[in-house]
């Protein structure tokens, strides 16, 4: 696919007010070279720093550009992610954190593997640059999800994407936490949608904290996980709604 492209990117925001307006930028820097057609999107998930002042700020300097979508509350991971998805407009949505933990400047990387017979282009980290045990558990639930899920991708954790908008006519995600990533790459897999893999690079966390490796966040992820799994892969709830709508 030569020809530029249409595109959303977005990033969901909660206290990532010391990274987002790098990741902002960077994405404008990046999205005007391939696209004539973009648009930026901030999810301010209702943090408690002063994001909310760096985005009003972006919004200002750069009308018609970005967009921002504000929660009244916090809504978690996947309800920033529902968000994103609802507000992008343009034929592919980009997406990534907005903790600068991956660098926008790579969405190129990624508009370059584009395909007709692609739908997803998923990342997937060189190397996690993390602390030891974060990639001890990190690999830990890579193996465990991988096996529980059925999954083809080597990088299934990687937020790092770029995805045809078209495929939310045909599924719907539901979960508000972290697992959101693994329902919509398994819906996506099994409604036969087509993905090709591109290598990115994974930077340390230089602001804020981790929303996932603490104790209580990791439990309601292993109960998440559980519920989960009894739905897509136990139940297939997911494809027995696409057969009934066939019939």
Known sequence: MTEKISISAFFPCYNDGGT??????????????????????????????????????????????????????????????????????????????????????????????????????????????????????????????????????RDVDCDFRLIRRSIFDHITLESNHGTICLEMVKKMQDCGFRFAEVPVHHYHRAYGRSQFFNFPRLWRTARDLTTLWWKLVVRKEHLRGRSEVAR
């Open 20 to 153: 987002i307006a790098s990741m902002v930028l960077s994405a404008l820097v990046t999205l005007r070279q391939v696209s004539d057609d973009y648009e930026v999107i901030v999810v301010d998930d209702h943090g408690a720093d002063y994001a909310p002042l760096i985005l009003d700020e972006l919004e200002r300097c750069h009308p018609g550009e970005v967009r921002v979508i504000r929660h009244e509350e916090n809504r978690g991971y996947g309800g920033a992610l529902r968000s994103g998805f609802a507000a992008a407009t343009k034929e592919w949505v980009f997406y990534t954190d907005g903790d600068a933990q991956y660098n926008p400047l790579e969405i190129k990387d990624l508009v370059a593997a584009l395909r007709d017979d692609v739908d997803v282009i998923n990342g997937f980290k060189i190397d996690r640059s993390d602390p030891v045990i974060r990639k001890v558990i990190g690999r830990i639930y890579h193996y465990t999800v991988k096996w529980l899920f059925g999954f083809h991708l």
